[in-house]
């Protein structure tokens, strides 16, 4: 079993090794041993081997490929804290979607209280995102997502504020809406 394959036409001492590479080589030398074990508070705990999150990884990777998503392209994900985000997150980098990481907070609004905003860090970073990005995310939400989950603003964004645990900082986040 091969560990190191580069990728075609990248140098460097990390060519290839990405994380869809570490999560299949885990996968492929400790398949059995656990991953993740998913703890909510209102529910019993799970657990998921290398191999059994791998494989889920794929199984939904390859749903989004069926449903016509493209590597390069950008996928948002508008879940709370769950199981389903973390999948969802592994799949789409598998797949080479373009959105790093993206995070949704609640803003008062004046008449239906409050409004869900995304801030996005773009695979290629704020300076190397795509100009029609905005357009294709809001397409997007307004062909998937009931109408008052579809963010009335984007924020493009290079870093997100963390908390003390590297979770995101939504307060930060809000505070930066003014």
Same mark, same amino acid.
């Given at each position: 079993m091969s560990f190191s394959q580069a990728a075609p036409g990248i140098v460097g001492p990390f060519a290839g090794l990405d994380v869809p590479w570490l999560l299949r080589m885990r996968a492929e030398s400790r398949r059995n041993h656990p991953f993740l074990i998913w703890a909510p508070f209102e529910a019993p705990a799970r657990s998921?081997?290398?191999g059994e999150f791998h494989e889920r990884v794929g199984a939904l990777s390859a749903g $989004? @490929? =069926?449903r016509g998503? =493209?590597?390069g392209e950008y996928v948002l994900i508008h879940l709370d804290n769950c199981i389903e985000a973390v999948l969802a997150w592994f799949a789409c980098v598998? $797949?080479?979607a373009g959105v790093r990481e993206a995070a @949704? @907070?609640?803003k008062k609004h004046p008449m239906l209280d409050e409004v869900p905003v995304v801030f996005i860090i773009p695979r290629a970073g704020v300076a190397g995102a795509p100009a029609? $990005?905005?357009d294709t995310v809001m397409a997007a939400c /307004?062909?998937?997502l009931a109408d008052f989950k579809v963010p009335r603003e984007i924020h493009f964004v290079d870093d997100m504020p /963390?908390?003390?645990l590297e979770k995101v900082a939504k307060a930060e986040l809000r505070k930066m809406l003014g």
């Open positions: 998921w081997s290398y $989004l @490929v =069926k998503i =493209k590597p598998e $797949l080479g @949704v @907070v609640a029609d $990005l905005h /307004r062909t998937s /963390r908390s003390t």
